[in-house]
């Protein structure tokens, strides 16, 4: 073979390797977000926009989000995502117009009207990404699939929210290979808690395996996943929180044994042993990954979703002070003082917010109100 | 000459491009290939669990569309399902399964989630089976009704996975989701 000949075999190969490296960078950008931050923590950061959800005659979402809305700081943006203009109406009336401790001024509402059915609850139906160094905004996650939707209408139109939200904001959006409610993932700065939830809905239908699921959240989260697989059946958010600098809050349902006063709940309250060791599993899985865990009371009750929980709030972090928007409960003053004694111990301003009218309906103030962005 | 010298450049090219490929692009097996999509899952069609080397697999009767479809059970609205048992290994091997069905429909089309799931249906096996030998079991659910969610979890060791999600319709059909 001529030098002439080799030289012309290597040009070929250099051209086909250089088609090969373009074609694959170019679906490479496709398949990764790698330019989106990680997801947001839920402890870390000033929130400048959030999210709710309202229908017509959601009675039960009014009273928290008066109260809860009416304590955020006035530089927070808020979308109200409706299925119509009524309901949005609807909203912005009884906002403004009902009894309250601080009413709320309507302009701070912003509408986005979707023309689908849905329901009130916005924290499960996106997840969203801080803001890549190349992204002029985040992205937000949704699940591959609502869970319930074959049969529930409002769940169904729910998986189309995300969307909704980000066109309607200017932001990118991503619709995972995963399912998941949004609940299912908490979230610090570094590190992501699944729950037995959406292991149980990927493992073996989108992944082979438990490692292979974590793969897929490391790389699509950003984070190291932690899995809660002997957790309760239950979101995330209802049983732990992450409180920054390497803490996290975990319920424990025996220490409020002694405070609970009479409420009526479905089944009434699970204080099962089996029941406590599915959260004394939280607080181990989170202590075997290097988090310190301060316990809180917490009830569940024997239906497995109706809970009385301190940590499914809101934070938001100012001037190097964190502010946690907590769910309190009529009547249940001695417990409410012991959820805010703990939060208060980790260094925190505890904002009450009462969660009676929702928390029968298996969630509370952050089941209703998801963050779109934090500095 | 130029026209020869060409086609060589070209048939190197496409060789190393195809090459680089290959390498380059990760196969998948048991799945629709949605490696590329976001978030680098798949489509497990036959989701398995393995005991004591022995695959368990469960699929309804009746075929339908994967990864989901609908079966057209109009009257009773019951499901026939197979398990299959493979012994995977190269000695003979044995053990027990359990299939369950759960069921579950919104509390409330207000609610946040629906509530924990009630089982429904139960039955189980064991198998004995030579290396690369297979069984099936096939098993009836119970009448399935209208709005409600149905999940059919399959057992073996320390495993336990749902396998398949139906859905029964207005129209008689029963939608199948894995």
Partial sequence: ?375 | MWRSRLTTVMVWAAGAFALALACGIPAVSNAVNESRAAGWTTTVLNPRITTNGIELTVTTAEPATQPSGSLGHESNRVVKFVVRALNRTDSSASGDFTIRMTSVAPTSPIARVMPVPTEIWKDSGTVVLDAGQSKTFTFTSPPLAEKRIFTLILAGGDQSIPMLTLSPQKNGAIAVNR
């Fill in chain 1, 1 to 375: 073979m001529s030098t002439r000949d080799r030289h012309i075999q290597v040009i070929g190969i250099c051209v086909g390797l250089l088609a090969a490296a373009i074609v694959l960078a170019m679906t490479g950008e496709r398949e990764t977000n790698a330019k989106s931050g990680p997801m947001l923590s839920e402890c870390d950061g000033r929130i400048r926009s959030i999210a709710i959800q309202y229908v017509r005659g959601a009675d039960f979402a009014v009273p928290v989000y008066r109260q809860f809305l009416g304590e955020l700081p006035a530089d927070v943006i808020v979308y109200a995502v409706c299925p119509d203009r009524e309901s949005f109406e609807e909203l912005q009336s009884r906002l403004g117009t009902e009894s309250s401790r601080k009413a709320l001024p309507p302009r701070r509402l912003r509408a986005i009207v979707t023309g689908h059915p849905m329901t009130a609850w916005s924290r499960d139906r996106w997840i969203s990404l801080w803001r890549g160094r190349r992204e002029s905004a985040g992205t937000l996650v949704a699940s591959r699939g609502e869970n319930g939707g074959q049969i529930w209408p409002q769940r169904q139109g729910d998986e189309r929210i995300a969307e909704d939200l980000a066109r309607a904001i200017g932001r990118g959006t991503m619709r995972s290979g995963l399912y998941f409610d949004g609940g299912d993932f908490l979230a610090d700065s570094r590190s992501v808690f699944i729950a037995p939830g959406a292991i149980a809905r990927n493992v073996q239908h989108t992944c082979g395996d438990e490692t292979e699921l974590s793969e897929i959240v490391r790389r699509q989260l950003g984070l190291r996943p932690i899995l809660l697989r002997d957790a309760p059946d239950h979101h995330a958010g209802m049983f732990m929180m992450a409180a920054g600098d390497g803490r996290v809050v975990v319920c424990d349902p025996k220490l409020a044994k002694g405070l609970l006063a009479p409420v009526e709940l479905p089944g009434g309250a699970d204080f099962s042993d089996s029941t406590q060791r599915r959260f004394d599993s939280v607080a181990a899985a989170a202590t075997a990954a290097g988090y310190r865990v301060a316990r809180i009371a917490c009830v569940p009750a024997c239906d497995g979703k109706t809970y009385i929980t301190f940590v499914n709030g809101i934070i938001d972090e100012r001037g190097g002070w964190r502010t946690i928007y907590m769910p309190v409960y009529r009547g249940q003053a001695r417990l409410n003082a012991a959820g805010e004694g703990v939060w208060e111990k980790l260094g925190y301003r505890v904002v009450p917010i009462d969660v009676t009218s929702t928390f029968r309906y298996f969630g509370t103030l952050h089941c209703l109100v998801n963050v779109i962005e934090k500095d």
